[in-house]
Structures are given as C-alpha cells and as structure tokens.
C-alpha cells in the first residue's frame, strides 16, 4: 500500500479544481476558452459570438445553448497544464441558469470570480460570491475587458470591499485602459509585461518583459502611462493591503488579476499565479467522519445528473466528484443512499460535448457514471468498511413559480416522466398545492427563462407540448417545526402552502413582507431558505 499511498498523494497535489462564476455575459465562457487555449487542450479559440461560422465555444454544447449564444448547463473540462491537472466547472453565467451553478460550487475547492471592468460588481455575481463565502474557499477576482472602456481599477477595489466584504489584492496592475490596453505590471516579479500579437484572441499572445525604471520600456509606454503607472505602484505599496496567503486560502482576501479574455492579455500570468496559489482538494466533511483527499480508500458524492446529453443514445450520466483514493473503472462501491453495492463500469471524463473513457482518476476529478436511474443529487459512493455520508447538497430556494399542464392530456404519461428527470436533474424544483394533489403542478425556478429551457425540452425530448400559467409568487420558504400541521397557520392571503417532491411543507409567498407578516402571526415557527436533499421533517 505504501507504493498507492504515496501515488494519491502525489496525483492530489496537481489537481486544481475551480469554477468560474460571473453576471451573465462578462465573459466567462470566453475565458474558460482561453484557458484551455494555454492548456494546449485546443489550437484555436472560437468566439461564442461566431454563430454563423457555426464555431461554437468548446463549452457550449446543448442545442438551446448554440442558439441562444449562453451556457445553460455546467460542463466540465480537464486539461493538463506545467504538471498541474485541471478541472474547470464552467457553470452557467447566464442569470437564469443560476441552480445549477449554486450545486457546481459545491464541486469546486476554489472559484474564480469574473468582473466586466466597465461594469463592477453585479446582481448574479453577489449571489454565487455569497455560495462561495458560505463554503469558506479561496475565491480570486479576475477583472476582464480592460481592452474597453473601464472603471478605475482603484475604484474596482473600493467596490469589492463594499459591496463583497471582502478585502483584494492586485497581483497585477493594468497599464492603459480604455480601449488602450498595452499590458500588466506584476507586482511579485516587479516587471512590465506588454503583450503583442494574438490574431484577435484566437491564439496566444507574446509578450515583451522588463522593468519599470527601464529606459526601452519607458519609451514604450510614453511618459503619460508611464508616470501614472509609477504612482499606481507607489500608492498601492503604501496603501494597499499585505499580501497573505493564509487569508486568501481562508477567503479573506481575494487576489486580484486584471486582462482581456477577448484578446488573451494577461490571460497566461493569470492562469500561471492562479494555479500556484489555489488549493489542492483538501479535507470534505462527512458524517461519520471527515475524509483525507490522500486516504487509500475511494469516496465521491452526485453533484449533478443530467439526461440527453447525446440525445441519439438518450443517456443520462451522474457527475461524481471524488473526495479520497483512487478511482479504477470497473470497480465496486457502496452507494451509500440505496444501501447497496455498485460496479462503476462505464465512467467518462469530459471536454465539454466530447467524452473518454477513464481508466483511474483521483480526488479531485470529476467523472460522469452511467446512471440507469440509481444516482440522486447528494448521493455518497465509497470503498471500504467506514460507514460515511457527504452532507446534503444544498437547495436554493426558486424565485420564480407557474402552474403547468400537458396541452394533450394524452400525454400525461411523458409529462410526468419528463418532469421527473428534470427534476431528478435539479433544474427544476416541482411542488403541489396540498389537498389540489398533481394534477396541476407548480414548478418553481431560480431564474424566469428557466420555463423556456423546461418547455423546449419536454418538446424535444418528450414530445410534450405544455400550458403555462405564470404564478406572482417571488419566494419560497420550507417549515422546520416537526409535527406542525402547515393547515393551523395564519398566513396572508396571498400565499399558499405546498409540498416539495420529498413530502416537505414549504409556503409561497409574493414577497419578503408576507414573510415577515408570517412569522409576526405565527409565533416559534421556523422558516429556512436554503435545504439540502436529506433535510427531513
């Protein structure tokens, strides 16, 4: 054993597993282009925008995705880069696809957060920066189109703090912005790095590297940047904070990288201090014990199902991210939800829409499991004789509600089916109204479009056309108090009460005033907002 142990170990510390957060269109698919770009995994970047060019993104790879120019589901992609092995969750930036985002970063050790520069901190970034907090990883900023018009980088930072809570630090600072972007000073290596070339972002740039007291470069500059680089610098040093790399890996402070992903400047430092700065898997908490990445013995949870991914072979995988051991394809776990043992046959790592055949993978990784309908959200796969479960995976509450029907009520049947694996899937949360039952069922969303994804494919895959019937209901909140009869409460008139699929009593109500007006009348009555799969009453 001490040949395997010593492997793990060495196999853990390259991995780097990391999603990239972001508002919708700041870039973010762009930049996961581009990185795989550096990575060597592609020779050629073809921009999301390129649609008549029929060059989709690398990432993008479900139908409604190519049509609409966004990422609607997480991909995962691996790639090797100066030793390192790594994983990137690009999630969905778009603001309605934001669920499955929220579940992705439980997958992740760390996460980039993408800011437009012209536009700073906004809505949707706010929201997963706060999933991230709530994990407690390392999260690092990455201040993208300085190639346009941008805010100042100073007021960048001041916006970070008082927006985020949270202190950054520039590990570059930008020289020329809008719409003049020449290049980055690294302020580790004290040093102008100015970039050149790149054929429109399609292949990697050069750049050309001195220092800022170097008369050639001060030439190439310009007295007007150059000057105003130097006193950048000098204020930073003296009124910026330290750099700490315990707070970072703590999520105090957030390391700050400023560059264009359009047309790959500063993409490569980046990419170089990231991975030099961001965790290795690192201890997961289970019950019944917490799990060492570098244990001999195999352990993984479900983040994600997702169906028709090949829509000719109408499969449907389980994404797994292993936890400890070593992964063998072929080998037997214990599925810990079902109370049975597993053979893990068919498992498949990913580049986007393109899939291979692992043969082992090690904590860290993310593998997909052929699934004929054993896997859940949330579900613990693990060798050995210890008996530990991965906390539930937790559920956000939806923020947008309709009423939904099959428009033939011959086609009850794959209605019903379809909204199982969609909700299997976690893309939708479905709930029923108590003492109505299901024949109209409610369908709850994190963002308004997520209907138009739902529709187009129970139309695509099911053969169901559906009717509609949008709900003013804004948010959901599920009942703590064991034995009370939801029934007995006194709520206004505008919410109501249902059921989630696993039974739990949940209310809707239009607005957080109804949810105050509930727990004023109802005194001891415990409201949640967030859930996880094994919350039971």
Request: net charge negative.
């Amino acid at each position: 054993m001490p040949d395997l142990k010593a492997e793990i170990k060495k196999e853990v510390s390259r991995r780097k597993t990391f999603a990239i957060i972001s508002h919708p269109d700041a870039g973010k698919t762009t930049l996961t282009e581009k990185l795989l770009l550096y990575g060597g995994a592609i020779r050629m970047a073809g921009s999301v925008k390129s649609r008549k060019a029929n060059k989709f993104a690398v990432s993008d790879w479900m139908e409604i995705e190519k049509q609409r120019g966004i990422s609607v589901t997480s991909s995962v992609m691996q790639f090797e880069y100066n030793n390192y092995c790594i994983n990137i969750l690009d999630t969905p930036g778009h603001q309605d696809f934001s669920e499955d985002t929220y579940r992705t970063l439980v997958a992740a050790d760390s996460a980039v957060m993408l800011i437009d520069g012209a536009k700073g901190i906004e809505a949707q970034t706010i929201k997963l920066f706060h999933v991230c907090k709530l994990r407690g990883i390392p999260i690092f900023t990455f201040v993208n189109k300085m190639d346009r018009a941008s805010k100042d980088p100073f007021e960048l930072m001041e916006e970070i703090e008082r927006v985020l809570g949270i202190r950054s630090y520039p590990m570059n600072w930008p020289i020329g912005i809008d719409g003049d972007f020449k290049g980055v000073y690294n302020r580790k290596l004290k040093q102008i790095e100015l970039f050149t070339g790149g054929e429109h972002g399609q292949t990697q740039v050069s750049s050309q590297v001195g220092k800022v007291d170097d008369p050639v470069f001060a030439d190439l500059l310009g007295s007007h940047y150059h000057d105003k680089l130097c006193e950048d610098i000098e204020l930073l040093d003296m009124a910026g904070d330290e750099f700490d790399k315990k707070k970072v890996r703590n999520g105090e402070l957030t390391p700050m990288f400023f560059g264009s992903a359009m047309t790959n400047f500063g993409v490569q430092p980046f990419l170089e201090e990231f991975l030099e700065l961001a965790p290795s898997p690192g201890v997961v908490e289970a019950i019944g014990g917490d799990v060492d990445p570098e244990s001999d013995k195999f352990s993984g949870f479900i983040f994600k199902i997702q169906a028709n991914m090949n829509p000719t072979h109408r499969d449907r995988l389980a994404f797994l991210r292993i936890c400890s051991g070593k992964f063998t394809k072929g080998m037997s776990v214990k599925h810990v939800n079902a109370g049975k043992e597993v053979r893990l046959s068919q498992p498949q790592q990913f580049m986007a829409q393109e899939r291979t055949i692992v043969e082992e993978a090690y904590a860290g990784d993310i593998i997909g499991l052929f699934d004929p309908g054993i896997f859940n959200i949330g579900d613990t796969l693990f060798e050995g004789n210890d008996n530990i479960k991965f906390k539930g995976i937790p559920i956000f509450p939806a923020e947008f509600f309709s009423r939904i029907t099959p428009a033939d009520t011959m086609k009850r049947k794959q209605f019903i089916k379809g909204i199982n694996q969609l909700s299997e899937e976690g893309a939708i949360q479905v709930f029923k109204q108590i003492d109505i039952g299901i024949e109209a069922l409610i369908v709850g969303v994190v963002g308004a479009l997520q209907f138009e994804v739902l529709e187009y494919r129970l139309k695509n895959e099911y053969g169901v056309q559906l009717r509609v019937q949008n709900l003013p209901f804004r948010h959901a909140r599920w009942i703590k108090n064991e034995g009370l009869d939801p029934r007995k409460l006194n709520l206004p008139s505008t919410a109501i009460i249902v059921e989630d699929k696993l039974g739990r009593n949940s209310i809707l109500f239009e607005n957080e005033w109804s949810i105050r007006m509930t727990e004023e009348r109802n005194k001891g009555l415990e409201l949640i907002d967030i859930a996880t799969q094994d919350f039971k009453l």
